[in-house]
């Protein structure tokens, strides 16, 4: 997996759990998210802010944290990984967190219709035995996007769970993009009507091409803060400022 900055990490993270979960409806700001997630603190307000909407974003720091710590351990995907990322990301949210359907369901205005509940543990089986042997043997980073393109189309056509898909398929899909050291994909909210039509019409090839643009620009956003990183001056215990191997001295400002 990359080695990221830990000040990436935490901007991925609510950038990534304000986005993916305003895709769905979620109306917490990128402000009040930050709030939220990294100092567990809801910001005072004029309007009431509803605690389901709390738990929708706060969630995906546990469920980033547990990939993070599956990929640091290089751990396959597994059905059991796919439980507990959709587990985490409902945390007081769902009785049935963790838990497949148990009755069929469907995707507001999609034409294709989801997998039935009887059907779904072995499908899911499959998807994942089919997306781990894929990415295996993927020879570029094209095939890749395209292999995590398609399996992230089949899993919201599965709809495996009762609620919560959408944030699960898209933390599953960077849990193979990091796997295969590609950057983390954050798909905008304000890109949610591109990013649908292409799960609609099943259109793998516009997703890839869609993801990897995204990607590109996220690369760059983690360059940033590498950079950052790289540039920062220690600062003695005394408060001196060490010199770097030019002989500048440099002060942080805190």
């Not at 005072?44 to 720091?61: A, C, D, G």
């Not at 587990?87 to 838990?99: C, E, K, M, S, V």
């Not at 091409?209 to 690369?219: K, M, N, P, S």
Request: proline share 3%; hydrophobic share 35%.
């Amino acid at each position: 997996m990359l080695k990221l900055p830990k000040e990436y990490l935490d901007d991925v993270l609510v950038r990534f759990a304000h986005h993916s979960t305003a895709i769905e409806g979620n109306t917490l700001s990128l402000t009040e998210t930050i709030s939220i997630v990294l100092y567990d603190t809801v910001p005072p307000s004029k309007r009431s802010v509803n605690l389901r909407e709390i738990y929708e974003v706060k969630n995906h720091e546990q469920a980033f944290y547990y990939v993070l710590a599956e990929l640091d351990n290089s751990h396959l995907l597994t059905m059991t990984t796919v439980r507990t990322i959709h587990a985490a990301l409902t945390d007081r949210l769902q009785h049935d967190r963790g838990q497949f359907k148990s009755a069929d369901n469907a995707i507001l205005g999609a034409e294709f219709q989801t997998a039935s509940a009887v059907e779904t543990p072995l499908l899911m089986s499959q998807w994942v035995d089919h997306l781990n042997d894929r990415l295996e043997h993927t020879q570029s980073d094209d095939e890749r996007y395209l292999a995590v393109s398609e399996a992230h189309i089949a899993f919201e056509c599965i709809h495996p769970f009762s609620d919560g898909n959408g944030r699960t398929g898209r933390m599953l899909m960077n849990y193979s993009l990091l796997q295969h050291n590609l950057p983390p994909v954050v798909i905008r909210s304000q890109k949610k009507s591109q990013y649908i039509a292409y799960l609609a019409t099943q259109d793998g090839k516009g997703l890839s091409r869609f993801i990897q643009g995204e990607a590109q620009e996220e690369l760059d956003r983690m360059r940033r803060f590498q950079n950052m990183q790289d540039q920062a001056v220690q600062v003695k215990p005394s408060g001196e400022t060490r010199q770097n191997n030019k002989g500048n001295t440099n002060r942080c400002k805190r």
